[in-house]
């Protein structure tokens, strides 16, 4: 298994949980612009370790989700910035740039969460 990507949630906007009922989560390194710091989990600015594609894993507190597609820009500001949107829409079809498409149901994150990004 290879890891292209690891964090860990440092700190949670006030507002996160209305991200939540959309079924998606965004993440920011400490940069965050104003208007939205209260809806982002923030984390450290990290490097990526090779290219995130679909058939990829997310894999959260050890829970994986199968990444089904990924937004053009998402690597690019993840790696950045620390920031890219997770949507647990699970289609196939990227809508939006910077996020990245996964299957199932978003869960509770908490600061401590681990966030991985693995490639079988």
């Not at 647990?88 to 199932?104: C, D, H, K, P, R």
Request: hydrophobic share 40%; glycine share 10%.
């Amino acid at each position: 298994m290879k890891v292209i990507y690891e964090n860990k949630v440092k700190a949670l906007g006030e507002c996160v949980n209305e991200f939540k009922d959309a079924n998606m989560f965004v993440l920011f390194g400490d940069n965050a612009p104003d208007e939205i710091t209260d809806y982002c989990y923030h984390v450290d600015v990290t490097p990526l370790n090779g290219k995130i594609a679909a058939g990829q894993t997310l894999v959260l507190d050890g829970v994986s989700y199968k990444i089904t597609a990924v937004g053009d820009e998402a690597p690019v500001t993840l790696a950045g910035l620390g920031h890219c949107t997770v949507s647990f829409s699970g289609q196939t079809e990227v809508e939006l740039q910077g996020t990245i498409y996964v299957e199932g149901t978003m869960p509770d994150l908490y600061v401590g969460s681990t966030i991985q990004i693995v490639e079988e």
